[in-house]
């Protein structure tokens, strides 16, 4: 029953930067443009798109975060799913792979590979090449 989905993304910041965009709450609220909460420690409460999602957050180094992902249309038996991006430098960029596990079906791998590019990375590179090369 793990459904997973990967993602590898180039996006046009440093690694530093694109952590820093995912793990500062009121950075995500700019991007997203909705309500978050992200506690960047392990354990933190994590709750992005107006509540939409909620999790834990796992694991939070320089270049890895995972967090406990659930969103509010999942049934309560529905276990939570598990994201995890690892950034890696390239040149002046940053490679982004995202594994996200254990998604309930194949319709939520489908709805989820769309939202990812739709909701998050598609925001988060818009906000990062005007925050970053704007020269």
Known sequence: MNHKLKIEILLPATPEQVMHMMTDQKQIEIWTGEEAVF??????????????????????????????????????????????FKLKADGEQTLLVLNHTNLPNEDEVKAHNSGWHDFFFVPLEDYLMVRYNAE
Do not use: C, P, R
């Not at 709750?47 to 967090?67: C, P, Q, R």
């Not at 509010?72 to 276990?79: D, F, K, N, Q």
């Open 39 to 84: 506690q960047a420690k392990e354990v933190g409460k994590v709750s992005l798109f107006g509540a939409w999602m909620n999790g834990e957050v796992k694991k939070i180094s320089a270049d890895e975060l995972s967090y406990t992902w659930k969103t509010s249309e999942w049934t309560e038996e529905t276990e939570a799913s598990l994201v995890h």
